[in-house]
Structure formats: structure tokens, C-alpha cells
């Protein structure tokens, strides 16, 4: 869909006073630091509630995750996926959950339970037919004889639509 003259020019006229708001609007990003805070660190103890060994093992935490898997960018995205991450150890850490495997195990296999007990059932069911219906092809078959295994065949009884979970 292309846009109309009105649109393009009320769209212009919108980006040139965004860009000149911004270029108006003053900057600070002087950062003030308390005498006992350290430079490079994302977690202290002041910013996060945290006891100094909660934040070691934090910002531990919070290195290895960067080096596995980085967030590049500046972006508002960018910055919103870093608070989560930082937001998350803070949790893991102030809830005691930090090398608790048993927990993360747990976390990760409670959604969707009914899902795959579901689909084990319709897989046994189609393994059954399939069993069923070699054994009916191995065997050869008069015309009359393939007519009614037609009519006695078991129709699928659960009609729900499958996106119905």
C-alpha cells in the first residue's frame, strides 16, 4: 500500500521536528558515582539490594551471559532485553537460585504438559492404525470383502479442531 502526497509530506514534517527536538534537547551522560561504588560493575550493592558476595557472583553471572551471547546494539529493544537479562540474575540471586538445575528443569517443563500427553496419544493411536492396516493389505482381499472393512473401519471419535489447546 503507497502512501498518498498528504501522508508523505504530514510524515516528513513529523521526522524534521523529531530531529530537531532531539538536536535541541541537552544530553547528559555524566555519570555520578557514590565514593564506594565500583566503576565497570552492573550490580551493586546501593543500585540492586544485594550483599557484596550476591553481587560477585551476579556480575559473574552476568559476564558469562554476555560472553555467550552478547547484546549488540543501542536500541531501545537493545536496552529493554538488557534490563530483563540484569533483571533476571538479580532475581536468580536474591531468590537463592543460582546453580539450582532441579529449578531450571522444573521452570522449563511445566508448559505444555498437556500438550504432549496428547500428542503420545495420537501417536499410539496412528502406530495402531498403521499396524492395523498392514495386516489388512498383507492379505489379499475380494472386492466385497474390501467394501465392508470400508464400512466396519472405526471413524475417529475426538472431533476438535487441533488448534482448540
Known amino acids: 500500500m503507497t502512501m498518498t502526497r498528504k501522508q508523505r509530506t504530514q510524515l516528513g514534517a ?3 521536528q523529531k ?3 532531539r538536536r535541541r534537547s541537552k ?12 566503576v565497570g560493575f552492573a550490580f551493586t550493592p546501593q543500585r540492586h539490594g544485594l550483599l557484596p558476595e550476591q553481587c560477585r557472583t551476579a556480575n559473574q553471572l552476568l559476564r558469562r551471559r554476555d560472553r555467550e551471547s552478547p547484546i549488540r546494539g543501542t536500541s531501545k529493544q537493545a ?8 533483571a533476571g540474575i538479580v532475581s536468580a540471586v536474591k531468590g537463592g537460585r543460582v546453580g539450582n538445575s532441579h529449578f531450571g528443569h522444573k521452570l522449563h517443563g511445566h508448559r505444555g504438559a498437556h ?3 496428547e500428542n503420545r496419544r495420537r501417536i499410539q493411536e ?3 492404525f ?3 492396516w ?3 493389505q498383507s492379505q489379499p482381499q475380494t472386492y466385497e470383502q474390501w467394501q465392508q472393512a470400508i464400512v466396519e473401519w472405526p471413524v475417529q471419535q475426538d472431533h476438535r479442531d487441533f488448534m482448540a489447546f
Open 130 to 132: 498403521e499396524k492395523v
Open 79 to 86: 536496552q529493554f532485553r538488557r534490563a530483563l537479562r540484569v
Open 126 to 128: 496412528r502406530r495402531q
Open 115 to 117: 500438550i504432549l500427553a
Open 134 to 136: 498392514e495386516q489388512q
Open 27 to 38: 544530553r547528559d551522560n555524566s555519570v555520578e558515582l557514590d565514593s564506594n561504588e565500583q
Open 14 to 16: 513529523f521526522i524534521r
Open 19 to 21: 530531529r530537531s527536538a
